[in-house]
């Protein structure tokens, strides 16, 4: 699903993150890590949005050094605290997605009422609260057919009812349309709460694979 070759991020002389060469299966991924570990960079860069060394591949084919836009339509990130312009509605938001990422009919107005999103959404996203910016996000990821979806700090700013249908959109889109996901905490995932396939380590500068 998703290979690193030769991945190297750094922020000037500090090296950031290395990851030699790893391969990942299809599947759920709880990232784990401390506060600075790295894991919001990891994210990122896999996301398209930081630049580092070496290159990453979906499907075993696809770079996102040498296919950028396949790339980017196949990958959908969802920022632990997300910025988005103050003067654009929710739905203007949900508008462009849908356009950028292809999204079937009535996929962005499913996900609007299953998280009850009706009364905001219309809003500008400068009077959001930061569950309404969170659960704006969290829907633009879902957004189109990606094969991978990134989710940082999901169990952040939102309640726990809306942590419950965030989980059920997880499972759907990965028993239904096979999609797999990265998610990324200092948190504890609940026992159960997903099917998760494995757990990864943020440490010492480094991407490793724990179970």
């Known amino acids: 699903m998703l290979k690193f070759q030769n991945f190297t991020k750094s922020y000037g002389n500090y090296p950031a993150l290395k990851i030699k060469n790893l391969q990942l299966q299809a599947g759920i991924y709880w990232i784990k890590g401390v506060n600075g570990s790295g894991k919001s960079t990891l994210l990122k860069s896999i996301a398209g949005i930081l630049a580092f060394n070496g290159d990453i591949l979906i499907d075993n084919s696809i770079s996102i050094k040498k296919q950028p836009v396949a790339y980017r339509k196949l990958v959908n ?68 057919k990606p094969k991978l979806i990134l989710l940082d700090e999901p169990l952040i700013t939102i309640d726990t009812a809306s942590l419950a249908i965030l989980n059920t959109w997880i499972r759907e889109r990965h028993e239904q349309e096979g999609t797999s996901f990265l998610l990324s905490s200092h948190q504890i995932l609940e026992d159960g709460s997903l099917p998760v396939s494995g757990e990864l380590l943020v440490e010492a500068q480094t991407l490793k694979v724990i179970s």
């Open 77 to 144: 990130f969802a920022e632990a605290e997300p910025v988005f312009p103050d003067f654009l509605t929710g739905t203007e938001m949900i508008a462009l997605f849908t356009d950028a990422k292809e999204a079937p009919i009535g996929q962005a107005e499913q996900y609007i009422k299953s998280m009850g999103m009706q009364n905001f959404v219309g809003r500008p996203v400068g009077t959001y609260s930061s569950g309404m910016m969170k659960k704006l996000s969290l829907l633009l990821a879902f957004l189109g």
